[in-house]
């Protein structure tokens, strides 16, 4: 790798480090570009494994957002060896991601304060849920007081973004994570899951939350079409094939319908 790249990956990544840091602070900065950095490294490790040129992850700053970035990718050049490679590929990265996810919220929920809705209705921004943090928020605090809310702690609302970048991977469609892994599992026939996913997402998107419309645009614009692997006849082995499904379990679990329902609201109150 030349200078000039490395030059420029480093500074992808302090800019990224700067503007998810004013977003909340070092307690989000740092666990946020963590999880970022271990997902796109599962992707590399996994590509370099198999013989499959990849970059060192390309950060992405967006200092006048939610979130400070919109996240961070690699570039891969080549063909996929196999449908195995294809599936380690694409899962390593979301997988590796969720091991630092999932302990950021847990303990970033025990940091957090339990407090009355009434005393932060109006203030600050109200985040949707996913069964998964549900589940997570329940271990680390217990059911909550009736007419109570949480006020994320800035490790909490890492882990939660992290949840929310890994969710939107997953999205069975095309050349994202999800789509990888749908491709390794199914071969060709997954074309038929794409277009169902895209088409229910849609729908959902037009009459229920139009905040996701862009994404969905997006989508279509990128396209639903997965190159094939050079072996697209070799099945995966039985533990890819239950851990292919396990990955469309976290999906479903880590999905959050509206994670702005407030902005939900309002859109669908300008669009009817």
């Not at 590796?96 to 302990?103: D, E, F, M």
Request: hydrophobic share 55%.
């Amino acid at each position: 790798m030349t200078r000039k790249k490395l030059i420029l990956h480093g500074a992808l990544f302090i800019l990224t480090f700067l503007s998810t840091y004013f977003v909340a602070g070092i307690w989000y900065a740092v666990p946020l570009m963590t999880i970022l950095l271990c997902h796109e490294m599962g992707h590399y490790v996994m590509s370099r494994f198999y013989g499959v040129e990849a970059t060192l992850p390309f950060f992405i700053p967006f200092p006048f957002s939610p979130f400070g970035t919109f996240g961070a990718i690699i570039k891969m050049k080549g063909w996929i060896p196999s449908r195995r490679a294809l599936f380690d590929i694409g899962a390593g990265g979301p997988l590796a991601g969720l091991v630092l996810t999932l302990p950021a919220i847990y303990f970033g929920l025990k940091m957090s304060t339990i407090v009355p809705i009434s005393a932060v209705r109006g203030e600050g921004l109200v985040l949707g849920d996913s069964l998964l943090f549900k589940g997570l928020e329940y271990l680390a605090l217990g059911p909550l007081p009736k007419g109570h809310d949480v006020v994320l702690h800035p490790l909490a609302y890492a882990g939660w973004v992290g949840l929310f970048v890994t969710a939107l991977n997953l999205l069975p469609i095309g050349q994202l994570d999800g789509g990888h892994v749908v491709y390794a599992l199914l071969g060709p026939k997954s074309l038929k899951v794409y277009r169902v996913a895209i088409l229910l997402f849609a729908l959902y998107a037009l009459f229920f939350n139009p905040g996701w419309v862009i994404l969905v645009v997006l989508l279509f614009f990128f396209g639903l079409k997965h190159p094939s692997p050079l072996d697209d006849e070799t099945p995966l082995d039985r533990g890819r094939m239950i851990l292919g499904i396990g990955m469309l379990l976290i999906f479903f679990s880590s999905f959050m319908p509206a994670p702005f329902p407030e902005l939900a609201k309002e859109l669908g109150g300008l669009m009817g």
